[in-house]
């Protein structure tokens, strides 16, 4: 599978694109408008304006942390971790898990202790603020820290 992926990626490093003269190009200012300017996936990723990013808006302290939107008795990091263990952790009183293991996909490690694991978010809340929302969303339309419902997210 990661020979796989190396692959792929080598193959797109190399990949030759076709832009418009008019797309910023490190050769851009050069070519005539229309004109057919042919880059490397890399030549027009390192093309592309880079701007920063204004979160003075952002407040972390606006997001209600782990919250139990089952009313099951377990916060949203312990239903995390209880759905994707590998190894099903003993769920004891007000949710106290023991035992258990986990696979990290990203650095190929198996943990056998839930402590030891981050249960965090694939885009960044702060990310989403900035990216999603727009002036007069409604609160409910931002995203939660504890938004999870399936386990293939």
């Known amino acids: 599978?990661?020979?796989?992926?190396?692959?792929?990626?080598?193959?797109a490093a190399t990949l030759l694109l076709t832009v418009?003269?008019?797309?910023?190009?490190?050769?851009?200012?050069?070519r005539a408008a229309g004109e057919v300017v042919t880059t490397t996936?890399?030549?027009?990723?390192?093309?592309?304006?880079?701007?920063?990013?204004?979160?003075t808006r952002y407040v972390r302290t606006a997001f209600r942390h782990w919250i139990d939107a089952d009313k099951d008795g377990c916060d949203t990091r312990k239903e995390v971790l209880i759905a994707e263990a590998t190894e099903a952790p003993?769920?004891?009183?007000?949710c106290a898990l023991s035992g258990?293991?986990?696979?990290?996909?990203?650095?190929?490690l198996v943990?056998?202790?839930a402590k030891l694991l981050d249960v965090d978010h694939l885009v960044p809340l702060a990310e989403a603020w900035v990216s999603v929302?727009?002036?007069?969303?409604?609160?409910?339309?931002?995203?939660?820290?504890?938004?999870?419902?399936?386990?293939a997210h």
């Open 20 to 30: 418009p003269a008019h797309a910023t190009t490190p050769t851009a200012a050069h």
């Open 90 to 94: 003993v769920v004891g009183a007000k």
């Open 41 to 55: 996936l890399y030549g027009a990723i390192d093309a592309l304006p880079v701007a920063d990013e204004d979160r």
């Open 1 to 11: 599978m990661r020979l796989h992926t190396v692959l792929a990626a080598a193959a």
């Open 111 to 113: 943990l056998q202790d």
């Open 133 to 151: 929302p727009r002036p007069g969303a409604r609160r409910s339309e931002r995203p939660t820290p504890t938004t999870w419902t399936s386990p």
């Open 100 to 108: 258990g293991e986990w696979f990290s996909p990203y650095d190929d």
